[in-house]
């Protein structure tokens, strides 16, 4: 026998549970281990002195208010239970909640820093600059009226293709 075995079979030995055999293992690593032999000796002084205190004697209906407080005692811890079951029964812890919240906080913030350019100023209504507007010049009546001769719808291509090219015509 090992020296867990013989702790473990301490308390059998003391109840005199153990088989014959076992009984000869347990001498046996007895006479053979100090250790051992100084914690049996300790266990054995334990008993001894706890069989020398007098017995306790409590009322007779003692074992009747011991049980009523336990089933109190029970039905107060399964009361707690109920109380946190509606944040599970959700399907969320709250760590989990906490942190999706924390999420899309962020999410929100890098989408909106990414939306306005990653300037910090944000501006009122009131304040957004106005669109850019091309101004637009009213056109000349094309002095060279227009004839049906191939001379002239060349010419007007020409001026035609100019005025859209934004270049001076020399």
């Not at 549970?17 to 000869?24: A, Q, T, W």
């Not at 399907?91 to 990414?114: C, E, M």
């Not at 669109?131 to 010049?137: A, C, F, Q």
Request: aromatic residues 6%; proline residues 5%.
């Amino acid at each position: 026998m090992n020296c867990y075995k013989f702790r473990d079979s301490i308390s059998l030995h003391i109840d005199k549970e153990l088989s014959i055999k076992d009984i000869n293992r347990f001498k046996h690593h007895l006479e053979t281990c100090s250790s051992c032999r100084v914690m049996f000796q300790g266990t054995l002084d334990v008993v001894s002195s706890m069989k020398k205190l007098p017995s306790l004697t409590v009322s007779a209906d003692f074992g009747n208010r011991l049980q009523n407080r336990i089933i109190r005692e029970q039905s107060r811890k399964e009361t707690n239970r109920r109380r946190i079951a509606p944040v599970e029964s959700l399907g969320l812890k709250p760590r989990y909640a906490v942190a999706s919240v924390a999420a899309l906080v962020a999410i929100l913030f890098i989408s909106v820093s990414f939306f306005t350019g990653g300037n910090d100023n944000f501006s009122a209504i009131g304040d957004t600059p106005s669109l850019l507007t091309r101004e637009v010049i009213p056109q000349e009546e094309d002095p060279f009226p227009q004839s049906h001769s191939p001379a002239s719808s060349i010419a007007a291509g020409s001026r035609a293709d100019s005025s859209s090219n934004q270049l001076p015509i020399i």
